[in-house]
């Protein structure tokens, strides 16, 4: 049989598929790391005068940071030397810079700003790279991180608690709100890995179908040489 005939077995072919999906993936998920630096530096300036200076520096610092290592990755997937273990990475970067983020924004606005949506996006980033496993982490840290800042803030005083009516009309923040966030926080990372999971199954049985085809007819041709 000649070389061309030579079939790869199917696994190395799916698993050859997913790296090539994987560096697209991670690709992408750049893209949104420096639009969502962007963001960040667009909120930075907007609570300037609010916070004290030294946690302005910061986070301008942790901006930075971000938008460094999204363009140091875009050099380095450039060069084709992507690693398996390089999306792992960029999940961690993402959720504790966004946690750093938050925190630093100090106070009551660390658990009322809108920012926290962000922990959703960046779990639902990690759908898109193929591995439950990766989606199941984000979701772990952000929650992680989360519960962190509020023992801190515990710790520290520097929030007060009150009802769910005063964290509208006053700088006050409700327990029950932050205990939802987490909640919400949960369910979405709990439904974000099995749809991760399940997305990758099935383009795993679209790919195996596609090679069992390619395979039948491979399989002819080898017939018809030999008749």
Known sequence: MSKENHWTPTA????RYFQVEEVKS???TNLARLVLTF??????LGIKKEIP?????????????SMIYSLWLCYYLRKGSYRWWLKYV????????????LYQIGSYRTFKTEAF???????????VRFSPKLTFLAGV?????????V?????????????????????????????????????????????????????????????????????SDVIKEIA
């Open 26 to 28: 991670e690709r992408y």
């Open 117 to 127: 949506m962000l922990y959703f996006i960046w779990i639902g980033l990690a759908v």
């Open 53 to 65: 200076e030294l946690s302005f520096k910061v986070l301008v610092w942790a901006t930075a940071a």
């Open 151 to 219: 023992f801190a803030a515990i710790q520290t005083g520097s929030v007060e608690f009150g009802t769910i009516t005063e964290e509208f009309t006053t700088q006050k923040v409700s327990g029950i709100n932050i205990g939802l966030k987490l909640l919400f926080l949960a369910l979405f990372t709990g439904v974000a890995t099995y749809v991760s999971g399940f997305y990758k199954k099935l383009r795993e049985n679209i790919i195996e179908g596609e090679i069992r085809k390619e395979k039948a007819k491979q399989l």
């Open 12 to 15: 190395e072919l799916i698993d």
């Open 39 to 44: 963001f960040y530096f667009i909120i930075i």
């Open 141 to 149: 840290l952000s929650f992680v991180c989360y519960v962190l800042m």
């Open 90 to 101: 960029s999940v961690a970067v993402d959720i504790f810079i966004l946690s750093f983020f």
